[in-house]
């Protein structure tokens, strides 16, 4: 246990540097506690819902997946250390054992165990929404994709004054 | 050199040296850690500045230096609220649960030593040592078990302070932080299998003479380790925790003053340890060129804070280029890809190294290890089709369900 001594030192160490920074921090800060100033944050207004008891399923999932792969790190770790003594039959186990777990992943996620997104049907950043969303909305003209092609060609056949007049102006402004 | 290397100054017994050199190393961990964390945000602060066409801090000390400390100062004089829906014990519990781990992690972390040509051992008092606070047999199970347990700081913060922020802010970082452990966890293995032992000692001792696990290991589980360290650590393009657009802060947001500093120190206390382990699992820790014959160990310190202070900058750097991540793209990373390639990698590690003691074909084990990764791809590959047209039919199922409920309530307020 002796090797440990120094990491609980550090510990300690660290406990009491808390708390003298709370004690310190008691010391000389104000204390002026208001009931509006204790409400949840809410970015100003005051808060119209408490905060919700209950947080998505999929959450807990994920804390039930994580065990499983805990599992086969706890159980891949002995065998990384002592792969060399172990020698072939320890290989043959871990793949065993992998291929068991990989083969319940691969279940899971076929299942649809870990889809966060949106579904597969409407991503978002699609092709679809690109074209109708940014891009008509933000270029200088408004309609359909068609007619940005036909400016896009008109200004690069014929160069404009404006587009001539610019590029001059900008050269010669250092 | 023993098979499981401990500390020889702890062997013995306990004499008055032994209590020195245990006083020097622990105190002098708390300090280095304590004004790193304060350089490390003026580092952060300016290069982030830098890279954004800004000064950056200026005005406290010689180019902003002591920025850091007036605001620690600063925080001190702040009014410390405590919300009144936080659950009392648990709200104060929380900074402690986050900050002791960030600090008791580099007490494994080897920080110098003249590992090239010696067994990077130093006299201190007549006693041989390791220039490391502490070497416990499971050193890198402890770094693990430690970072766990910040999980539990940021959980409580978030659940006891009774705000929704808070909350959403926790939850979500619980959820990162176990998808991504797995993770880390699989490609550590690698460095395991390559060290043959848990002690951090052995494993920098294992990769003397530039035998470094960043190209021995291949690359891969040292890529896999810091984007899965990335995103244990919040940073971004990982900060989902503490988005500020929606967010506010995440789950500190009902903390002030110095409760408050100390997450934030605990936040950036992680930022460096996670690099020493980086370094100390990848690059070899204070390996590299000796120069000098006479106290040789010195280039062990040199060479290590060489590599912490590139990672460190590899980390702002990455704060100040890439966007933050959306929720599922951060999950689909982090479950769909990193694991199983850590998995996968670290299989055909331990093929080769089996095979190489048997004296099979390195060229077949090799095939076959790929064709079977590629099998399992495939499968993989398939099965996340098959979830997203689940989870699409689940979700018409629930909006169908969802209306008929509706429909049946009378509308309020009419």
């Known amino acids: 246990m002796g090797q440990y001594l120094p990491v609980f030192a550090l510990g300690v160490l660290a406990v009491v540097f808390c708390a003298l920074s709370l004690a310190a921090s008691r010391l000389l800060a104000p204390r002026r506690a208001t009931r509006a100033k204790n409400l949840p944050y809410e970015c100003g207004i005051v808060p119209g819902r408490s905060a919700p008891e209950r947080f998505p399923v999929r959450f807990f999932l994920v804390a039930m997946l994580f065990i499983v792969f805990d599992v086969e790190i706890v159980f891949l770790y002995p065998w990384a250390v002592a792969h060399g003594s172990l020698g072939l039959f320890g290989l043959v186990a871990i793949l065993i054992f992998s291929f068991a777990v990989f083969e319940s992943f691969v279940y899971l996620i076929g299942k649809g165990a870990l889809e966060w997104g949106p579904r597969g049907d409407e991503q978002p950043g699609g092709a679809q929404r690109r074209a109708t969303s940014a891009v008509v909305r933000l270029g200088p003209e408004r309609g359909e994709p068609g007619m940005i092609a036909e400016a896009a060609e008109n200004l690069s056949g014929a160069p404009s004054s404006a587009a001539t007049q610019e590029s001059s102006t900008s050269a010669g402004r250092p | ?414």
């Open chain 2, 1 to 414: 050199m023993s098979v499981f290397a401990l500390d020889p100054a702890y062997i013995g017994g306990f004499g008055l040296s032994e209590a020195l050199i245990l006083i020097i190393k622990v105190v002098g961990a708390f300090g280095l850690l304590l004004v790193a964390v304060m350089l490390m945000i003026w580092f952060e602060r300016k290069l982030v500045g830098d890279m954004q066409n800004r000064i950056g801090p200026a005005r406290a000390g010689p180019w902003g230096i002591l920025q850091t400390l007036a605001d620690g100062v600063k925080l001190f004089f702040k009014e410390d609220l405590r919300p009144a829906k936080s659950d009392r014990l648990v709200y104060r519990l929380a900074p402690y649960m986050s900050l002791v781990p960030a600090f008791l992690v580099f007490s494994v972390v080897p920080v110098g030593g003249n590992f090239t040509s010696g067994d990077g051992t130093v006299t201190w008092f007549g006693n041989s040592t390791f220039l490391q606070v502490a070497d416990p047999h499971v050193g890198i199970l402890l770094v693990l078990a430690l970072s766990s347990a910040a999980v539990y700081g940021i959980m409580l913060a978030g659940w006891s302070s009774g705000s929704k922020y808070s909350l959403l802010g926790s939850v979500r970082a619980s959820a990162q932080m176990i998808s991504y452990e797995a993770a880390l966890g699989l490609s550590l293995a690698a460095v395991l299998l390559q060290a043959g032992s848990l002690s951090t000692h052995e494993i920098v001792a294992a990769q003397g003479g530039w035998n470094w696990n960043l190209w021995v290991t291949g690359l891969v589980p040292a890529l896999v380790f810091v984007i899965a360290a990335t995103a244990e650590l919040n940073r971004p393009p990982f900060d989902l925790v503490e988005a500020e657009q929606e967010l506010v802060g995440g789950f500190h947001t009902e903390y002030s003053s110095i409760r408050f500093a100390l997450f934030f120190l605990a936040e950036f206390m992680n930022v460096i340890t996670m690099s020493a382990i980086i370094v100390t699992l990848f690059l070899g820790g204070p390996d590299g060129p000796v120069l000098t014959e006479r106290a040789s160990w010195i280039w062990g310190v040199v060479w290590f804070f060489v590599k912490l202070v590139a990672l460190l900058f590899m980390f702002v750097w990455f704060r100040a280029t890439l966007p933050r991540l959306r929720y599922d793209q951060l999950m689909d990373v982090g479950w769909k890809f990193l694991i199983p390639l850590s998995l996968g990698w670290l299989l055909l590690l331990g093929a080769l190294r089996v095979g190489r003691d048997r004296g099979w074909n390195t060229a077949a084990v090799v095939v076959v290890c790929v064709a079977a990764g590629a099998a399992a791809g495939v499968l993989l590959r398939l099965a996340v089709r098959s979830g997203r047209r689940e989870s699409g039919e689940l979700a018409d199922a629930e909006a169908d369900a969802g209306e008929a409920v509706n429909v049946g309530e009378p509308e309020k307020g009419s």
